[in-house]
Each structure stands twice: as C-alpha cells, then as structure tokens.
C-alpha cells in the first residue's frame, strides 16, 4: 500500500506536482543521494546545531532517508554520513489550507503545504515550543522546497532564527533506494 501524508494533506492538488515528487511521495520507503549542508556562523546559530545535534556543514555529503509510518503520519529520519536528524511529519486537521505538522524536538511547526506544476513549498503558518505558541516573528522558521532538476527529486530546506540569522540547511537531489511496490509506481 502506497505511502499516503502527502495525498492526504493536498487531496486532488497532488495530483499537479511532478512524477519525481509524487513517486518520492508515495512509493520510496528510503532514498539516497548527496546534500550539501551548511550552518549559519553566528555564535547563537553554532550553540543551536550543537544543541540540537544536527548535521556537520560539508558539500557532497552521501544523504539517506527513510520514511516510517506513525500514528497519523511519518517518521522522517535522515542519515547525513551516516549522522541521524529526525523529525515527524503529520497531517494537519481543521485548517483552511493544505497543512503538515512537523516535530522538531521541542518545536511543533504547522506548516502550510503548496503544489504546484513545478513542485511544493513548505513555508511555516504557526510554531510551538512545547504547549505555547511563539509570534512569527519570534519563531524559528523552516521553509523547504521540492523541484525535479534534471530529472531527479531535488530539495532545498533552510532554518533561520529571528536575531540569529540562518542556522541550518541543506539542499540535495534524492532518487528511491526501496520502493514499497515497484508495480506500482509512477
């Protein structure tokens, strides 16, 4: 059974995005392929990737990830050289546009989810840390990005803290490595 988190969040608008992301999507159960990752130089930026534990800056970096079901989601874990950064991913519920929840340790971000013939944009709607809600402008914000890029899946994601600055980010291509039914993809 195909994958479901992103049909879910942009029913029929799903349907415009590229075959590249809709495979990714809805039939890679893990994918590799190389990212470069980079971090803000700001003292308060290197304190939250410490922190945090997220990935060392580098270009090239051999990138895997796997897509495990949770209740009401998936459980995005990526492997940057083998480094783990893991987040959980769900449908958001009760919104007046496509929506996806991603949990970043403390953080909850409620994300707003577009498609378009070119791809899809994440860009933040509302942040939590813990049970409180943070202004935007106090918040941390992630925005990502999918696109086909010679055709391959292609991804861009970059972090930024109000007075911080960038903190985090990494833009790579990914390909499926495990599909969950080959007779099924697109």
Excluded at 134 to 143: D, G, S, T
Aim: glycine share 10%.
């Amino acid at each position: 059974m195909p994958r479901t988190l992103y049909q879910t969040i942009l029913g029929p608008e799903f349907d415009k995005v590229p075959a590249e992301i809709r495979r990714m999507h809805s039939f890679a159960r893990v994918a590799r392929g190389t990212a470069d990752v980079t971090r803000g130089s700001s003292w308060g930026a290197k304190l939250i990737c410490r922190v945090a534990k997220l990935p060392e800056a580098r270009m090239g970096v051999p990138v895997e990830t796997s897509f495990e079901p949770i209740v009401g989601g998936e459980r995005w874990t990526r492997r940057f050289d083998g480094q783990p950064f893991q987040t959980d991913m769900m449908a958001g519920t009760g919104e007046a546009y496509p929506c996806m929840l991603e949990r970043l340790g403390p953080f909850l971000f409620k994300m707003r989810v577009t498609a378009s013939d070119k791809g899809i944009d994440i860009t933040p709607a509302d942040v939590s840390l813990g049970p409180l809600p943070l202004p935007l402008r106090l918040a941390p914000r992630a925005v990502g990005r999918e696109r086909v890029v010679d055709g391959r899946y292609s991804f861009t994601v970059e972090v930024t803290f109000p007075l911080i600055g960038k903190v985090f980010g990494y833009n790579g291509r990914l390909e499926p490595a495990v599909l969950i039914d080959d007779a099924k993809a697109v």
